[in-house]
């Protein structure tokens, strides 16, 4: 079985899905060891440890090639934040995603963002134009940015949120990701009336997995809130070492070296 029938088989609602988001290599591995299932990127955290802001400021080759790094070190499916595909072309954004694809990709994540929802529809129906074309596939989660930037008006969110659904399905979508959606009753609303598994984000507010398994949702996602906090606790340990000469009290959770060791050591995929 390939990985991206195993990915989609993961979305079959058995279970919620939760996928931790990683930023590079490493923290994908660390997060397969402890027993996820699959691996999810964040595009803010990858674009920070590249060294880029987030929100297509990321040149598509790095992207690219930061995915391909991890998908060297695991076994699980991976699936990468790809923004809007850094690019408005959708021919481009195919061609994109086909390298993607030959570097062991199983899914990726494309969003709408402040673009019109056809944009991103025409961006699907590439992909999967050009996918089929190769003989090959790849599971599509298509981010809906209405509650995460405020597209529609309270009351009107969830009417947009399955306009837009209903446009990236028939282009070829294989899931919904509604970030920033926390309310049980307008996530029940959505699950009900879209026939795509839907993905809800680790959001203040949203209940908790128990749930939303309960709600029909089929996939969690951390977001970026891993790798901020980790941010924090660098920035917090950085300055105390540059104001004191010592890292802090932290430093005596750090995990030991052979354990880390021990991750990287692991025939690559």
């Known amino acids: 079985m390939n ?3 195993t990915f989609k088989q993961l979305h079959d609602g058995s279970r919620l899905l939760h996928l931790p988001n990683a ?7 660390l997060f397969e060891s402890l ?12 674009a920070w440890a590249a060294g880029y802001a987030d929100g297509g400021q990321m040149p ?3 992207a ?9 070190v695991l076994t699980v499916p991976l699936s990468v934040d790809f923004e809007n595909g850094y690019d408005d072309d959708p021919q481009a954004v195919a061609l994109s995603v086909l390298r993607l694809i030959d570097a062991g990709v199983a899914g990726i994540n494309l969003e709408d963002g402040h673009d019109a929802p056809q ?11 050009l996918a089929a074309q190769e003989g090959r596939d790849i599971f599509i989660n298509t981010r809906t940015d209405v509650y995460l930037k405020g597209q529609a008006p309270e009351g009107e969110r969830v009417a947009e949120v399955l306009r837009r659904a209903a446009l990236y399905q028939a282009a070829g979508a294989d899931g919904l990701f509604v970030a920033g959606m926390v309310k049980p009753d307008e996530i029940a609303q959505v699950v009900a009336a879209v026939a795509l598994p839907v993905n809800v984000m680790d959001w203040p507010g949203v209940p908790d997995a128990e749930a ?9 996602s951390a977001g970026s809130g891993i790798a901020q906090a980790l941010w924090a606790a660098a920035a917090g340990m950085g300055g105390d070492f540059l104001a004191t000469g010592n890292a802090g009290p932290l430093v005596a959770q750090a995990m030991p070296y052979a354990q880390l060791q021990g991750l990287y050591q692991q025939p690559a995929r």
């Open 3 to 5: 990985l991206v029938t």
């Open 23 to 29: 930023w590079d290599a490493g923290s994908a591995r």
């Open 35 to 46: 027993g996820a299932p699959a691996i999810a990127t964040t595009s803010a955290g990858v």
């Open 60 to 62: 598509v080759d790095v």
């Open 64 to 72: 690219i090639a930061v995915a391909a790094n991890i998908a060297r």
């Open 119 to 129: 944009v991103l529809a025409a961006k699907i129906a590439a992909i999967k134009e």
């Open 212 to 220: 939303l398994a309960q709600l029909g949702v089929r996939r969690l």
